[in-house]
């Protein structure tokens, strides 16, 4: 939705690891940022990622390939509790208004 | 997160008026009113951004918005429909920033009798 795209459900295997990938139209881009939200919360920020490689920040790492319209979320040694929803969100340049996809359901098992 | 508040929680209503409040106590200059349907992404109804208002042209107009200051946003809502059966979450973000990082509220659940 809204030109960018998500699967809907992931699992894997605590202390493995899982990547959520992202797709998007690459008409008119100005960031991509990741969301982690869990049943009944509200969305809360990840990481935000402009330029094309790999972004570390630890337990979550971020990919991007802009000419591609691609990201990628690496989370690494999974925990029961990393289990939730990942919306990736683009921003676009009219207003840099934000265009989340419909997010990929985590499922952590032990 | 206690730095960006919305009320009511929950709210249940017939065909009837409502308001949503929603205050921020983060200094940015821009906030949001998203949409979040079940099993659905959010979607942006309108934003604020130095009071300059921004609307999603979708949105139908009983759903009107307020930004009496820089810190404060509400929504209006007027003879509510069941598609409006939702939650809707107020955000907020520093825009000058080149870390366009959203603030979410807890959201207020909206079920339409």
């Known amino acids: 939705g809204q030109g960018v795209e998500q699967p809907d459900n992931l699992m894997s295997v605590e202390g493995t690891f899982a990547r959520v990938n992202c797709t998007y139209s690459?008409?008119?881009?100005?960031?991509l940022s990741w969301y982690q939200q869990r049943e009944g919360h509200a969305p809360v920020f990840l990481s935000y990622?402009?330029?094309?490689g790999l972004k570390d920040s630890g337990h979550f790492s971020t990919f991007l390939s802009r000419s591609n319209g691609y990201s990628y979320l690496l989370l690494t040694e999974l925990q029961i509790k990393d289990s939730a929803s990942y919306l990736c969100?683009?921003?676009?340049?009219?207003?840099?208004?934000?265009?989340f996809g419909s997010g990929t359901k985590l499922t952590v098992e032990p | 997160n206690t730095k960006i508040t919305q009320s009511p929680r929950y709210l249940i209503l017939g065909r009837a008026n409502k308001s949503l409040e929603c205050e921020q106590h983060?200094?940015?200059?821009?906030m949001y009113w998203y949409k979040q349907s079940a099993e659905k992404p959010p979607e942006l109804m309108f934003l604020?951004?130095?009071?300059?208002?921004?609307r999603n042209e979708t949105v139908p107009s009983r759903f009107i918005p307020e930004c009496p200051d820089s810190s404060k946003l509400l929504l209006h809502i007027s003879a509510v429909d069941p598609e409006d059966s939702a939650v809707y979450f107020c955000?907020?973000?520093?825009?000058?920033?080149?870390?366009?990082?959203?603030?979410f509220g807890h959201g207020t659940k909206l079920s339409v009798l």
């Open positions: 969100a683009v921003s676009r340049p009219n207003y840099n208004v934000l265009y």
């Open positions: 955000a907020s973000s520093l825009r000058d920033s080149t870390n366009e990082r959203l603030f």
């Open positions: 604020y951004n130095l009071k300059q208002l921004i």
């Open positions: 983060l200094g940015h200059n821009a």
């Open positions: 990622v402009v330029l094309d």
């Open positions: 690459t008409s008119g881009f100005n960031g």
